[in-house]
Nanobody
Framework: QVQLVESGGGLVQAGGSLRLTCTAS????????MGWYRQVPGKQRELVAA???????NYADSVLGRFTISRDNAKNTVYLQMNSLKPEDTAVYYC????????????WGQGTQVTVSS
């Protein structure tokens, strides 16, 4: 069993910044990829950014140059620094973690609301 705890969402004006944090705990031998997705009502959940255990990073085109993903392996934590936020970044943001415990398991956080006002 693995628990993911997200924090850092909220309401911010356009141009502002937020930092999301997601920490995994429980039955973990190691963690492969960690990432952030977002979803707005009526649309599919989409990848925002992901980082592998080796440090390879992938960003959605829409956030390139504005968002930065990082991870602290010692703390089983992934961060998403979001700068120059736009109203179209408004969504529920979900943490995703691929945990290795003999096999690989996929876990989702509970989601945190990010609202950017114009």
């Amino acid at each position: 069993q693995v628990q993911l705890v997200e924090s850092g969402g909220g309401l911010v004006q356009a141009g502002g910044s937020l930092r999301l944090t997601c920490t995994a705990s429980g039955s973990i031998l190691s963690i492969n990829a960690m990432g952030w997705y977002r979803q707005v009502p009526g649309k599919q959940r989409e990848l925002v950014a992901a980082i592998t255990s080796g440090g390879s990073i992938n960003y959605a085109d829409s956030v390139l140059g504005r968002f930065t993903i990082s991870r602290d392996n010692a703390k089983n934590t992934v961060y998403l620094q979001m700068n120059s936020l736009k109203p179209e970044d408004t969504a529920v943001y979900y943490c995703n973690v691929k945990v290795v415990y003999w096999s690989e398991y996929n876990y989702w956080g509970q989601g945190t609301q990010v609202t950017v006002s114009s």
